[in-house]
């Protein structure tokens, strides 16, 4: 069976559970627990994969002079992605106003989500500071930029540009394939961490009650992610493919990481799968998705901008009780875009670190207000994670039309 249609099915697997189960005090402990191990089991295999795949496609690009167009068109994608997405974003939140809800957390100590972003931007830094290299591969979790810088350097060695060094990158390419076969394994058992993390997120939402207390917040937010995937996503790619490709198939057959990103928070964790399903579903090139995917999951934040934007807009209107002006509104949209940049040493929290930084680079005070998004962190991180993974299978398949190297994969042969 086909892994969008298995993960769909473990979604609404995870949602059944959760309304059967999601009375007992016990179920949103036991869930957390499991889901997070296995969260943790998908870091664990995404850190190696991408650093022998990433070390192997870099290599491969460059022997045969395909590296810095397969940059370029991948750099510009996440910047025109950005600003395109938090501008859907502003303009959806003009089109339909609506204010972000009272939450469980509203009223937390106003430096409470301050302090977090503040903790995950030391942490991220202090990872920037070369020790060595195999500590650093080592210790890798959540911020995997310095991860990525020792496998271009590495790939960049690899280049058999003399044939003392062929043997080698032979036999990186050897280890890159045995990861794709692991990617692949993880891709088709993949519904099993959706199903445990979907099951928590339902509950911890059912817990917190405020969707179902103010459906008006949960329909906008349907309605914008709605309008995201059949408009904006689609309309983008077609430009960036001058109009040659259907954007909708690349999006269904993406469906899978996109649907782990939405349950689990976490975009690393979909590394190995959107690899996987880029060569295998979307017709790229191994060292095309070796070197787009992993550069993607730090750079391409345009879905974490786009729900930040949302988001921060809602609360100003609630805060204040009046609407942002037109120009607050696009210097929001534009702040958001361009921290979305660093916004990856949050992983998993992308969009509260997106909001907290604009809103200090703006000098906005919404006097603890945004602490109204801690109780919704696993929805709305969610679904700008989502929107991430989207991308970066759209970027996958862009950079392959780009470089001439895509193919079409026949319905019956995608995974």
Known sequence: MKTWITYIAAILMGLAT??????????????????????????????????????????????????FRTFGISLLWAIVSAVVMASAAALLFVVNPVSFPVTSSAGSAPGALSSHVSYMLTTATSSLFPINAFWTIGTTTRFIFPLIVVSWILGLALKPSADIIRPAYTTMNSFSEVMYRISRTYSVLGFFIVYFASASMFTQMYQEKTLLAVPEYAKSLGIAIGAVFIIVIPLLYAIFTGFRKNPYKVIYRALAPALMGLTTENIITAIPLNESIARNSLGVQKRIASTVTPLMAVIGKGGSAFISVLSLLSLFQATTETSPSSTVIIITALTAAAVSFISSASNGTEALMITVITLQLLGINLYGGENAMIAFMPLLCGIGTMLDAALTACANSIAASAVGTDIEVPYKDTI
């Open 18 to 67: 959760s309304l059967l189960f999601s009375s007992f005090p016990a179920t949103a402990g036991i869930l957390s627990s499991v889901s997070s191990y296995l969260i943790n089991i998908g870091v664990f295999i995404a850190i190696p994969v991408t650093f022998i795949t990433l070390s192997s496609g870099t290599a491969s690009l460059m022997k045969d002079r395909k590296g």
